[in-house]
Every structure is written in structure tokens, then in C-alpha cells.
């Protein structure tokens, strides 16, 4: 289907005279000017993130035409076999998103996306962005994605009204104020008072309870073997996230992100973990009630994740996706994306004047804060042991076996780390 239609596109265009890409230079794309984007981006902020980024691409890229081949499902859960099956078929998209860090590594080792490193120069990229983010995206010395952002991970999102009615009015900077203050909300009236997801919600939520309570560095080394699973430090963490488990609503691995979201927006509970492309779906939902506060215990502590957009291999419109990538890389690309996707500019130049409120503090605390990366969105963690993580915490939902969950995540490390 795929093919015939991008051979009828090709005939056709034939017998028109197409001018140039306005960014390709010579167009080695035999006359096919559709770019498809690849993304898990298919509704509200996400959405609006996207489309504002397209309203620039059309602006930059004259000759382009973007097709959007968003696959809908929180952090790619269905997206990422859909493109991992096109990869292996030859059939890839124009571009696609890929999380910065290990997760983007997985396509290098596979020989999936081309190096960027050239239009880096080209384009002048090399100093737009922090250093530590460029070495995510480079693997033996070269660099293979651009980014759109840096999303963070460890904020808690709540519903204002619901915490005045239970009268919790104090900022929580322990996971002791953080039980206590769901303790008051359930006396409240609200039987659930944390909203929660499935598996990869779940391991967010287990990552920030280990990052308070392991500290950033530690909390680092359980992904790269530095830190032991085994420990009597991690079985805490774990059993205070059995904890927190208690306080969440039965049906979790039934719902994505965005289905969890909605408890918080009805009432139905008073927190929920999540990234801060949370900022930018309420907003996109109209809901103005939110307050947003580290995850407790976190201290200063960003836990980062970032999405960046490749050149895959045998892309049918090489030069439309080049045309794209430098928009996402533009100073203009990236203001259009983030005010409206939640997560900061990836470029160090832009102005926070130009951000929402809830940017202005991210851009923030991103200077100041310790960093630590994400499993659950790629930057720690390969796409094999993302999978193991969520696959573990989902039998623990059901079973809370911490020994198990300790074991399972274990082993999961020595089997799928990456130097
Ligand atoms: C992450 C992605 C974010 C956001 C989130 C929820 O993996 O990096 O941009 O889309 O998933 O779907």
C-alpha cells in the first residue's frame, strides 16, 4: 500500500516541474516532497506541541509538505513497535522521535539513522545546545539526532480544589509530608488519592521514590550497574513505593497517562507523578485548577528526558526530513514546540520571557539542579531494558514481591547494560 502510493506520488510529480526544497539544496528525493514525522504525538499538548512545530516547518520549508504519522499511546507504548517493524522492513518515515541517551543508541548500534554531524556544522548547531546533551546524542563520535527539548520527569501535578477541601495546605518536600498529606486527603472523602497508570507510569513513579531515597548519584548508578538492585537501601525505596501503591486506584494498568489525568482533572484524586508534558495538556484541556511541585524528597534534583528527531536510513525524502531537522533545531522551531509542549527549549539562547510560568521554572532549575536521567523515557535506560523495567513493575502492581522486583530489575541491568 505504502509503496504503490509512493509510486503513484512520484509519477505524478513528474509531470509537474517542482521547484527545489527551499532548505535541500539538490534534491535527491526524486521529486517526493512529503516529509511524514514519526511520533507518539496525537492529542492534546502533545498535539499542540506538534502542530505548532509544523506551522514553522511550512514557514521554513516552502516546498515541504508535512504528513503526520503520530501513533497514538503514552511515551511511544504503541508507537515503538510500529516503528521498530517499518524499520526492519524498509519502510521508514521521513524522520521519527527518539529519546536522547541510550534509548537513541539502540538505532545507531543497528545502523537505522544516518550521522548528523555535517548539518551540525552546517547549521551551526555544535554550541546551540549543553554540552551534556550533545554527548547524549553522539555514539563514537558522532552525532545523530537533533533535539526539540528537555522534558522533566520528577514533578507531581495536583488538583488545587481537592487539596483545600482536605485542608493540605503546606508544601511537601519529604515522602513522610507526602504520606501524611495523602493520609488527610483520603479522610477527605477521596478514596484514591493518587492517580496512577500502567507500567510505564508505574516505573516514573518507582524512579522518583528511589531517587529521594537513594540520592542522585546512586539513584544514576542503578541503571549502569554502579548502584546494586540487591540492596537493603533499594528494598526501602521499594517498599515505600508498595506504599504509595496503597494509595492509588485499582484499575492502574488498565489506563495510559492522559486516562490518570483525567482523576485528577474530575476530583476524583489529588496527585499525580508525571512529566511535565503534563503542564501542557491541562492547559491544552482548559483545566486551570493544577499546582506542580518536585516529586518530595527529590531536593534539587531534575530528572531529565529529552526527544530529538533523526535521519533514518533510506528515509524516502532525505532532503524534506533535513529541512524538518533544522527547524527543530531552530531558535523559532523551538519556541513554537515548547511553550505549548510543557518542556524547555533544548538551545541555551532562547529567551525565558517568551515561556509560560511553568517553563520559566524548569528553565531554572535545569541550571541549577542535580541531573539525573530517565529509564522509563530512554535517556538511562536501552528500549530492551526500558521493556524488562516496565514488564517488572507491572507483575509487582499485581504480585508486591519486592525480593522479586529487586531480582527482576537486577538482572535486567546486567543483561542490557551499555557502557
Ligand atoms: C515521553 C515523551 C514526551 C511525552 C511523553 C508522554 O516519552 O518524551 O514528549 O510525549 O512520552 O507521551
Not at 548539518?119 to 555514539?139: C, K, M, S, V
Not at 521514590?209 to 521499594?238: H, M, R, Y
Not at 534534583?301 to 533535513?322: I, M, V, Y
Request: charged content about 20%; aromatic content about 10%; overall charge neutral.
Amino acid at each position: 500500500m505504502r509503496i504503490s502510493r509512493r509510486v503513484a506520488a512520484a509519477a505524478a510529480a513528474m509531470a509537474v516541474v517542482l521547484p527545489l526544497s527551499a532548505c535541500g539544496g539538490n534534491d535527491d528525493s526524486g521529486g517526493n516532497n512529503t516529509v511524514e514525522v514519526f511520533t507518539w504525538w496525537a492529542d492534546g499538548g502533545e498535539k499542540a506541541g506538534l502542530d505548532a512545530l509544523v506551522g514553522v516547518f511550512g514557514q521554513q520549508c516552502p516546498g515541504q509538505t508535512f504528513r503526520n504519522g503520530a501513533v497514538a499511546g503514552g511515551a511511544g507504548s504503541n508507537a515503538k513497535q510500529v516503528l521498530a517493524s517499518r524499520l526492519q522492513t524498509g519502510a521508514p518515515p521521513d524522520t521519527f522521535q527518539a529519546h536522547a541517551g541510550a534509548e537513541l543508541v539502540d538505532y545507531v548500534k543497528a545502523g537505522q539513522v544516518e550521522d548528523l554531524s555535517g548539518e551540525y556544522d552546517q547549521w551551526g548547531l555544535r554550541h546551540a545546545f549543553p554540552q551534556g546533551l550533545i554527548d547524549n546524542l553522539t555514539y563514537q563520535g558522532k552525532i545523530y539526532s537533533v533535539p526539540a527539548n528537555i522534558h522533566r520527569a520528577n514533578v507531581v501535578w495536583t488538583n488545587k480544589k481537592v487539596l483545600d477541601r482536605a485542608g493540605v495546605t503546606t508544601a511537601l518536600t519529604s515522602m513522610d509530608q507526602l504520606f501524611a498529606a495523602l493520609d488527610k486527603v483520603k479522610r477527605s472523602g477521596v478514596a484514591a488519592p493518587l492517580a496512577l497508570g500502567k507500567d510505564w507510569t508505574q516505573l516514573m513513579l518507582l524512579e522518583t521514590v528511589l531517587i529521594s531515597d537513594l540520592g542522585p548519584q546512586k539513584f544514576t548508578g542503578l541503571w549502569n550497574g554502579a548502584t546494586d538492585w540487591k540492596s537493603a537501601e533499594v528494598a526501602k525505596g521499594i517498599d515505600d513505593y508498595k506504599r504509595l501503591l496503597g494509595y492509588s486506584n485499582q484499575d492502574r494498568d488498565a489506563l495510559d497517562w492522559t486516562d490518570a489525568e483525567r482523576l485528577i482533572m474530575n476530583g476524583r484524586a489529588a496527585y499525580q507523578l508525571m512529566g511535565d508534558w503534563e503542564a501542557a495538556d491541562l492547559d491544552a484541556k482548559g483545566f486551570k485548577d493544577y499546582g506542580y511541585f518536585t516529586f518530595p524528597g527529590n531536593g534539587k534534583t531534575f530528572q531529565w528526558l529529552a526527544d530529538s528527531f533523526t535521519l533514518p536510513r533510506n528515509a524516502p525524502n532525505p532532503d524534506g526530513a533535513r529541512c524538518w531537522l533544522k527547524t527543530v533545531g531552530s531558535t523559532d522551531g523551538q519556541q513554537a514546540f515548547n511553550t505549548k509542549k510543557g518542556s524547555i527549549p533544548a538551545r541555551t539562547d532562547a529567551d525565558p520571557a517568551k515561556y509560560p510560568t511553568y517553563q520559566q521554572s524548569a528553565m531554572a532549575d535545569w541550571k541549577t539542579f542535580a541531573q539525573v536521567p530517565s529509564c522509563a523515557h530512554g535517556a538511562a535506560c536501552s528500549q530492551g531494558l526500558q521493556g524488562a523495567a516496565n514488564s517488572a513493575v507491572a507483575k509487582f502492581s499485581t504480585d508486591l514481591d519486592t525480593a522479586a522486583l529487586q531480582n527482576a530489575l537486577a538482572q535486567a541491568t546486567s543483561q542490557y547494560a551499555t557502557s
